[in-house]
Structure formats: C-alpha cells, structure tokens
C-alpha cells in the first residue's frame, strides 16, 4: 500500500500521455513575450494594489521595501526550480504534475488540492478585491449602487466596522436570510469565464492589452509619486523592527504569486525547453524591481500610519494633491486584478484538467472542445464556484490562506527538484537551477521562513484543508488512478 501511495508516474509517461492525439491535448500557440505577459498579468494585482496597505500600515511600515525583498528572494529560488521542471516537463499540472513525477501521487494529490488554494481560492480574494476598486471607481462617476449589492454576507459578519456589521439587520431579507451579495465580484469572474470559454488565443491578447494598461498606471504613480516624496517619512524605517518586516513579507508573498501560472501553460507553448525558464524568471525580475519602487514611492509620499486603507496607492496620491491621477491609478488597479483573475481563471482549469486525465478526479472532467481545444468542464466549473465564492465571501480572510498553500506548494516543488536529480541524474534537462544544492534549499528554507510570519489562523485552517483532500484522495483518486490501475 506505502508502494502504491508513493509511486511516482515517470516522466516520458508524462510526456507521452500529453502527446496522446486528440482529446488530451491542447493547442501550442505562446512565445516568450507572451509568456512573460501572462506572468505580469498574473503578478501584479491586487498583492500590490491592495494588500499592501496591511502590511506597511499595521506591520512594517517603510521597510516594506525589505518585506518585498524577502518575499522576492524566496520566489526567486522557487522560481528556478519551477523554471527547471518546467523545462523538463513542459505539459499542463504545474506542480502538481512535477510532485507526481518525483514524490508520487499521495504528494501530487495533496499538492493539486492545495494548489486550489492558490487558484481558485486566490481568485476569491482578488475578485472580491476587485469589487472594492469597481466601486470606488463608480462612486467617482456618480453611480450608486445599494451597498448590500456589494458586500458580500461574511463580509458583512465578519466585519469590525460598526456600520458594514450592521448590514446584517438592515439588508432585504430572504426567507429571513439578509441577502448580502457581491454582485460586481460575481460578473467579473463570470464575464472572464466566458472569455476563457472561447480560447486561448484571444484571451491572450485581450492579457496583453491589459498588461500594457497596468504598467502604464503604475508608471504614473511613480512619476507623479516622486514629487511628493519627503524622506522624513522614512523615519521610523522599520516601526516594528524584524518582525513587522517578516510579517509584512508574509503578507506581501501574495504580491508574487502567478509566476507560476506560466508553468501551467506548458502544455500550450512554443518551444518550451526555452521559452518558459524565460517567461517565469523574466517575469519575476520585472515585478520585483517595480515591487521595491512602488513600495519606496508610497511610503514616501505619507506617513505609513495614513495608509490602512482598501486603495493605498490612490490614497496616497490624494493625499499628496493628485486626486485625478489617483482616480487613473484606480482605473489601473481595476484592469490589473481583470488580469490576474484572467490568468489564474485559466490556470485552475488545466491543473484540474491535468488531475482528471490522471484519474483522479472524474474523468469527464478532463474533455477539451474539439475546436477551441479548452478544457471546457473544468474551465465552466472553476468560474462557478469562485464566482460564487466571491458572491458572498470576505477577502481578507482568504488572503492568509491562499499564501500558506502557495508557499506550500513552492517548498515542496524545491524538495523535488533535488529529489529528480538524485533519481534521474542523466535525464536532460533544458535548464538547470545553478548550484542547485545551494538555490533549492534555500528555496525550502524561505518558503517555510515566510510561512512562520502568517497568523496561526491560517495554519489551523490549511491544516482543515489538506485534512479534507486526504479524505477525498482516500475515497475517490485512490480506486481511480489510472497509475495505480495500470498496474
Ligand atoms: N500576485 C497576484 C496579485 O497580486 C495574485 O493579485
């Protein structure tokens, strides 16, 4: 039983199984530039826009810059072993897909179920996120829309605010339920699923575009940010010293990430062996330098106590007089979630996608549209649940738990790139993580450092969460698996 728990699938049978004519496979479409779009589009978001503000505000103050440079740096050795698996197995799973070929598929389970952590659950936060930045946005324009069409029910109960709380008696009643939802949430992954639904080249460009508006709004900050610096603002640098700066990178750890999510396009890239080590370092680097500078600019320009705010960035610029540019900014802010919803909406799908083709999951799960070649069951269901979730969840509490799994995840990813080469030294590999006993465990090392900076709330609950996927894997991938069946 311990044997059939932790039998790896081998690569070429990976490899072979993506190759399979027909319905398992998907359509090779994106080159480097477009990969490093879709990196952007999935990293900069609501990380940066929003979730910021908790930690300079309430943890790190100024030294945020450092959080950000922690929480980099971890990725970064993360991101060479994601870079090196997915030079090596360049099909559809992420690190599901690289744990089943190196720690088996107890692992692999474990790890798809968490990565919806990442996906979906992320995905939660950020639509809901989103709604916020929607909403400002329409205030500007004059629109009102009544406020229990926009706050979602734990919104509502969990909230410290008097007045949102409050919603919970005044809100139209149901069946004596207060109907408490968040409509623009639930139509943005709606209308990105439908997107999604027609394929992935349109969605592609429709990315760039959005990509392209995002960096544009941020240069604007910057450039208007830059005159309103005053650096006694700097002091105190770090209010909260070396803790403020460990939780706040464990806060801003979700600023990160997406880059990831390339690797799940694998199986829809060009030239893989080269494109996609290109695509995640390359995407990576750019948001870490832009990361530091936003974070230097915003603390600049106000005292950090002034940012706890749901729109620091556009905060900050009216604070400083530039209350135009902060209404741009918010248009930004607006278009940069759309796009990181966009990437990990197609992301899940894939990895779910991945899983059913496995046996893991059931196996219509894994059909694909025989013109468009997405995976359409998973693509439909995915934008269901998160736009349901996003109906009438609470941001801040999926935040936490989205950045334990993910860091999760990026720990064990490392683990296995050492694992293969002990197991498969001779296998090619494209790209190679320089001194890889070196780079991997420290990625180990900074994964699991940053995860100690998150509340023990978050650790209860992803311990409640992979509880559930041990259960699920026992009554269900464990008699499905076509690995084990095959034998
Ligand atoms: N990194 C992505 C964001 O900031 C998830 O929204």
Redesign the pocket.
Known sequence: MAGALFRTKSIDRLLADAAASGEGTLKRTLGPLQLIALGIG??????????TAAAIADRAGPSVVLAFVVAGIGCAFAGLCYAEFASMIPVAGSAYTYSYATMGELVAWIIGWDLVLEYAV?NVA?AI?WGDYFMTLMRGAGIDIPVWLTTGYRTALLSANPEVHGLLDTAPRLAGIPILVNLPAFGIVMLITWLLLRGVRETSTVNNVMVVIKLLALALFIGAGLTAINTANYTPFAPNGFTGIHQGAAIVF?????FDAISTAGEETRDPQRNLPIGILGGLAVCTVIYVVVGAVLTGMVPYQQLAVADPLAEALKLAGFGNVGMIVSLGAVV??AA?LLV?QYGQPRIFFAMARDGLLPRWAASVDAKTRVPYTTTLVTGIVVAVGSLIGDAAETYDL?NIGTLFAFALVSAGVLVLRVKEPNRERPFRVPLVWVVAPLGILACVFVMFGLPRQAWERFGIWLAIGVVLYALYGYRNSRLRNSR
């Open positions: 999935a990293i900069i978001g609501a990380g940066l826009f929003v979730r992320g950020v996120s979700f600023a990160y990430i997406g940069s979630m990181v990990f989205t």
